[in-house]
């Protein structure tokens, strides 16, 4: 991993991938990239594509292949991702990985971690998720903004995602099992495949991360 990571960050709807991505792409110095953002950043906007996407999420579906590797693809063009990247929320099928080897090359990609969390875990945290409406930033019912359900960090409103309903959080953990959950023999078949234990404090499992990762970088020197 000399030439910057390039990275790949798996795990069930809400392991705390956004939650990791941001402070090990400040960590690797690399982007984040996440799907979800992306797409959520199109609906703000109110573009077509935006309301078609929103469709799809708001129930928990996965939107299209053909359309996100459009999506992945021209991100991955832009400059700062040649340095490396972390990509959070993508690959979630087969398709994808696959794609995104075509995308890189195959050698391409240094490492795939996988945040492991018991579902009842991720059940809990999802329904206590709050979101800034304004730049993303997450919250929980237990750990809120410091003043009256505005962002710490921009003074947007902090709000429920629209994806985190029951009905919608349990089409997205059943999409996971069956298309995205496969890419984890994908990538250990590669031996590409790190499991980091995502239980404990987002500072415990930062320190695994981190942890996880330096030893990949040494290892390929
Ligand atoms: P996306 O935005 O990627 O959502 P997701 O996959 O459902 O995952 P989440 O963002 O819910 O979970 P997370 O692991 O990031 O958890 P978080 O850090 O927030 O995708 C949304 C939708 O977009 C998809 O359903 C699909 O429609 C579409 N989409 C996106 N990518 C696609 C693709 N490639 N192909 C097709 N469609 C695609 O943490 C969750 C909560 O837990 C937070 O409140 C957080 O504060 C808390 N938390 C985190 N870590 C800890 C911890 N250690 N201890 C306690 N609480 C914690
Ligand atoms: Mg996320």
């Not at 797409?39 to 053909?66: C, H, N, S, W």
């Not at 809990?124 to 903004?145: D, F, I, K």
């Not at 710490?152 to 069956?178: F, H, K, M, N």
Request: overall charge negative; proline content about 5%; some cysteine.
């Amino acid at each position: 991993m000399t030439r910057g990571a390039r990275l790949v960050v798996l795990g069930k709807q809400g392991a705390g991938k956004g939650t990791q991505c941001v402070r090990l792409s400040h960590y690797l110095a690399v982007p984040h990239i996440s799907t979800g953002d992306m797409l959520r950043a199109a609906v703000k906007a109110g573009t077509e594509f935006g309301q078609l996407a929103k469709a799809y999420m708001d129930r928990g579906e996965l939107i299209p292949d053909d359309v996100i590797l459009g999506i992945v693809e021209d991100r991955l063009a832009e400059p700062d991702a040649t340095r490396g990247f972390l990509l959070d929320g993508f690959p979630r099928t087969t398709v994808q990985a696959k794609a995104l080897d075509e995308m890189v090359g195959p050698k391409a990609i240094d490492l795939a971690l996988d945040l492991e969390v018991p579902t009842e875990l991720v059940l809990q945290r999802l329904s206590s998720r709050r979101v800034c409406s304004t730049c993303g930033a997450n919250y929980s019912l237990e750990v809120p903004p410091k003043l009256n359900w505005t962002c710490d960090l921009c003074g947007g409103e902090v709000v429920q995602r629209p994806d985190d309903t029951e009905s919608a959080i349990r089409r997205r953990l059943d999409l996971y099992e069956e298309s995205t959950a496969p890419l984890l023999e994908f990538y250990s078949d590669r031996n590409l495949l790190s499991v980091v234990d995502g239980v404990g404090t987002p500072d415990e499992v930062m320190e695994r991360l981190v942890e996880v990762v330096d030893r990949a970088r040494t290892s390929a020197g």
